[in-house]
Nanobody, 118 residues
Framework: QVQLVESGGGLVQAGGSLRLSCAASGSINSINAMGWYRQAPGKLLEMVATITRGGSTNYGDSVKGRFTISRDNAKNTVNLQMSSLKPEDTAVYYC????????????WGQGTQVTVSS
């Protein structure tokens, strides 16, 4: 089995910064794409940022220039550095990983709350 465990969420004032981390563990051969998604109350799940194993990144329009995704392939971790946070960034943030075990399957973390106060 594979588990993704997120950490780093919390309460921050607008304009502040937070860093989210996600660690994958279990019977992992390799991890392809990893990413962060978020869901605000009453809204659909939104892609925040993704990163390939080779380091190519993609960002949602609302976070470009403010958030930075990175990963450590050796440690099976992915991070999201969030800066210039806005109240509209308030959401539950979920880590995602496309994991190769004996097959290829997507896994999700349990989510971590990020709250940005105005």
């Amino acid at each position: 089995q594979v588990q993704l465990v997120e950490s780093g969420g919390g309460l921050v004032q607008a304009g502040g910064s937070l860093r989210l981390s996600c660690a994958a563990s279990g019977s992992i051969n390799s991890i392809n794409a990893m990413g962060w998604y978020r869901q605000a109350p009453g809204k659909l799940l939104e892609m925040v940022a993704t990163i390939t194993r080779g380091g190519s990144t993609n960002y949602g329009d609302s976070v470009k220039g403010r958030f930075t995704i990175s990963r450590d392939n050796a440690k099976n971790t992915v991070n999201l550095q969030m800066s210039s946070l806005k109240p509209e960034d308030t959401a539950v943030y979920y880590c995602y990983a496309d994991v190769h075990t004996y097959t290829v399957q997507g896994y999700w973390g349990q989510g971590t709350q990020v709250t940005v106060s105005s």
